[in-house]
């Protein structure tokens, strides 16, 4: 059984930074690409970050490049995301995702995902 567990979220101003954290246990980590979704109050869940198995390649929303970074450590089973300049619009809760690597379509959708963590919730104040 794969488990996903985020950490990192809280308070921050506006233009401050976090970084987000998810451990996986469970099936070998390399097995899947990973990625970070947030759903803000009467929102639907939107994609913000998605890196490969390898972490040699990542993607981004829009909305977070040049802000965001996605990052993992296969050796500790975690994957991150560095937030920096944050903005009051990034306020919602945070999910990691983990997605077979063996999938070739688009990433962006969160129903393509296998695994799911509980969320952490991330508040920019203004």
């Known amino acids: 059984q794969v488990q996903l567990v985020e950490s990192g979220g809280g308070l921050v101003q506006a233009g401050g930074s976090l970084r987000l954290s998810c451990a996986k246990s469970?099936?070998?980590?390399?097995?899947?690409?990973m990625a970070w979704f947030r759903q803000a109050p009467g929102k639907e869940r939107d994609f913000v970050a998605h890196?490969?198995?390898?972490?040699?390649?990542?993607y981004y929303a829009d909305s977070v490049k040049g802000r965001f970074t996605i990052s993992r450590d296969n050796a500790k089973n975690t994957v991150y995301l560095q937030m920096n300049s944050l903005k009051s619009e990034d306020t919602a809760v945070y999910y990691c995702?983990?997605?077979?690597?063996?999938?070739?379509?688009?990433?962006?959708?969160?129903?393509?995902?296998?695994?799911w963590g509980q969320g952490t919730q991330v508040t920019v104040s203004s």
């Open positions: 890196i490969s198995w390898s972490g040699g390649s990542t």
């Open positions: 995702a983990a997605l077979r690597r063996d999938y070739r379509g688009y990433v962006g959708v969160d129903d393509r995902y296998d695994y």
């Open positions: 469970g099936r070998t980590f390399t097995s899947y690409a």
